[in-house]
């Protein structure tokens, strides 16, 4: 049994076209399959409409979340509660930006032996130029930051039994699953796609969230940031111990020493960073605090098609 794993926010207006596209697919797929909606907290008609659905399609599944708790937790709660009956799960987006057409070939990478296949975006003509831009500058930078990524996929994958077990045996909370799957190891595939556009609703991922979720990838899968703060302590340092010797032989020679604008400017820079500083190591720890509390990630409300 194979389950594709749809994340739900306030998809009220898509979510019966998506379950239309998604029924098409099944029917072709060489093994039995179900989807499982995942509502996470939608203030929107986007339950009552899964309950209908689940009615109206034998494929259907849902549960609900008892709160709003963020796209990758409710991923990872949809992926752990089919863990046990899956031999298989794709995960993909209720928006159909993601072709679903892609699913067959995931599952025909599976059959030949693949544990992850990635759903890779071949090109991002259909983006705005700052969309594109920024996304572009994302992977650049969780690159740099010693994130291990793929380059332009999102959440649109295919995990075998074995690899998904071996996901969910991190207990983490802060989730970045881009970085985690990754980790993983195993036989791994692509899958090419062109994107599409949104059917219909908004995007649920503005440029906030993706400065949120570029924070949570670093911070949770690198101390390059710390590091950088190290080095650059070092660097203030040596030009500190310069400034010193500077003042010093100019005080020999007898010349006075002219610049409060340049130590107000001094003093303003140096304390902006020991502030910069400050901020990076309290989001290290306030990850930490996090992850010690062991506080459970979600909870299930109600389901439907049990």
């Known amino acids: 049994m194979i389950y594709i794993v749809v994340p739900c926010y306030n998809e009220e207006a898509v979510l019966a076209e998506t379950t239309r596209q998604l029924a098409n697919v099944i029917q072709t797929l060489v093994c039995p399959a179900r989807i499982l909606y995942v509502d996470d907290g939608s203030r929107d008609g986007t339950w009552p409409l899964i309950e209908r659905l689940g009615r109206e399609y034998a494929e259907v599944r849902g ?4 709160h709003n708790v963020g796209h990758q937790q409710a991923l990872w ?9 899956a031999e298989a799960i794709v995960s993909i987006d209720a928006d159909l930006q993601d072709d679903v057409d892609v699913i067959g070939r995931m ?7 693949a544990d992850v296949v990635y759903g890779v975006r071949a090109s991002r003509a259909t983006d705005s130029v700052f969309k594109r831009w920024t996304a572009q500058a994302f992977y650049r930078f969780m690159t740099a930051m010693g994130s291990e990524t793929v380059y332009n996929h999102a959440d649109f994958r295919l995990l075998s039994q074995r690899a ?18 990754p980790l993983l190891g195993f036989n791994v595939r692509k899958e090419y796609y062109d994107r599409k556009e949104r059917q ?21 899968f690198s101390v390059k940031p ?27 020679r007898g010349n006075t020493i002219q610049g409060w604008t340049s130590l ?43």
């Open 164 to 181: 998904l077990r071996a996901l969910l045996a991190h207990h983490e909370r802060n989730l970045f699953l881009r970085g985690m799957v």
């Open 264 to 306: 107000l400017v001094s003093l303003w820079f140096v304390g902006g960073t020991i502030l910069l500083a400050l901020g990076v190591t309290g989001e290290y720890i306030g990850k930490i605090y996090k992850e010690v509390k062991h506080r459970p990630l979600y909870f299930i409300m109600d389901e439907v098609g049990k």
């Open 200 to 220: 219909a609703g908004e995007s649920k991922y503005p440029l906030s969230k993706m400065l949120s979720l570029a924070v949570d990838g670093v911070t949770s």
């Open 63 to 66: 549960v609900r979340l008892a």
């Open 77 to 85: 709660a949809g992926m752990e509660h089919v863990a046990d009956e």
């Open 107 to 113: 599952v025909k990478d599976y059959a030949e032996g």
């Open 226 to 252: 710390l590091r950088l703060i190290m080095i650059m302590g070092l660097v203030f340092i040596l030009i500190a111990l310069g400034v010193i010797l500077w003042a010093l032989v100019e005080y020999v």
